[in-house]
């Protein structure tokens, strides 16, 4: 069964630093693509960031570039985000993503992601 599990999340003031794992069934290695989204309340789901298979590429959005970072460790089947100097604006649910078929590109829609994980809440504040 494809199944993607998030942990990690929780509270932490502005400037604090949190990490994220999404824990991948089958082998994280199988996934051409993946990546981390985030929603907040009332808002739409958001692209954080995207890895590809080769752990070479990555993908930022505006909102966290150079203070997030993606990563993914195929011989533990997780996938990691690494998030420094947290902001407020941070706050929201955040998803881990991967895709199942290549694509060719570090793609930040989230339709052209196939599988999805449950969630892991996080909540910064000033």
């Known amino acids: 069964q494809l199944q993607l599990v998030e942990s990690g999340g929780g509270s932490a003031q502005a400037g604090d630093s949190l990490s994220l794992s999404c824990v991948t069934s089958?082998?994280?290695?199988?996934?051409?693509?993946m990546a981390w989204f985030r929603q907040a309340a009332g808002k739409e789901r958001e692209f954080v960031a995207a890895i590809g298979r080769p752990n070479i590429n990555r993908k930022y959005s505006g909102a966290v570039q150079g203070r997030f970072a993606i990563s993914r460790d195929n011989a533990r089947n997780t996938m990691y985000l690494e998030m420094n100097n947290l902001k407020p604006e941070d706050t929201a649910v955040y998803f881990c993503a991967a895709r199942s078929g290549e694509l060719g590109r570090l793609s930040p829609v989230p339709a052209d992601y196939t599988h999805w994980g449950q969630g892991t809440r996080v909540t910064v504040s000033a």
């Open positions: 089958p082998r994280t290695f199988a996934w051409p693509l």
